[in-house]
């Protein structure tokens, strides 16, 4: 075998074992939760439905799913109207420190650990009595995802071309009409692309909501811990997995459709 076949193949194997290595926490709770007993055994005594339907049936975890989904809704599109301005003026800044230092402090939730932000913020939403309110988990989600939107819109914010904008204006379109007609249809693939984060990492927020909910505003990831505290069975493994199937599939329809790839090309 020669050297370029052996690094052909060693590449592939390590990229297995890694992927293996990633899925298999996955594939430990999905096979827990269509296991028949309550406790994880492999191989699996027999599968059931069982524990979907206990998890259904509980009314537990409905309105905190419903509410995660609203709540990654608002605080994404909170983000976008934050995250245009922001960018543009971005834009109109010179290349320096002073721009580098301006990027650092958009991305620094991305820096600062997400418990030290939901300690920050529980105190900041106790002294101003908003602790477990639906307004706080959408201030608290929107600086999450902030980053990520305003990542992928100054990506494609510096990619708009100058001349496009100056014809705009030499043909007599205001600033307003110029924002609406060339300015924001350039930023749809960096908003879209935004977007698609920003919902995913809202949806998936635990560490900071766990800090500004109490027993009110519980969102999915909380209520799934809290079941956790208290009964240790594979009705929590069940909700873990819808969960991830939802994100599976909701990542297969955007592949698919080839929105990321459309939209990547739409930028350049």
Sequence with gaps: ??????WHWGGRALAGAVLAFLMLPLAVV?????????YFSFPPSGYSLRWYEAAWASGLFIGPALRSLALAVVATA????????????????????????????????????????????????NRARMLDSFGALVAAHTLIVFPF??????????????????????LGASPACTLRRVVLPGLVPGLVAGAIFAFIVSLDQFTVSLFVTQSEQIVLPVAIYKYLFDVNDPVAA??????????????????????LRHLAGGSA
């Design 30 to 38: 999905m096979l827990f939760s269509v296991g028949e007993r309550s």
């Design 78 to 125: 909170a983000a976008a109207v934050l995250a245009v301005p922001a960018a543009l003026a971005m834009r109109r800044m010179a290349p320096g420190r002073l721009r580098a230092a301006v990027e650092f402090a958009m991305l620094s939730p991305l820096v600062v650990p997400a418990l030290i932000i939901g300690i920050a913020l529980l105190y900041a939403f």
């Design 1 to 6: 075998m020669t050297a370029d076949r052996l």
């Design 238 to 259: 069940a909700v873990s997995t819808v969960l991830v199937l939802f994100g599976l599939v909701a990542a297969l329809v955007i592949d698919r459709l080839g929105w």
């Design 149 to 170: 939107m305003f990542r992928a819109v100054l990506t494609s914010a510096l990619g708009l071309r100058q001349a496009l904008l100056d014809a705009s204006a030499v």
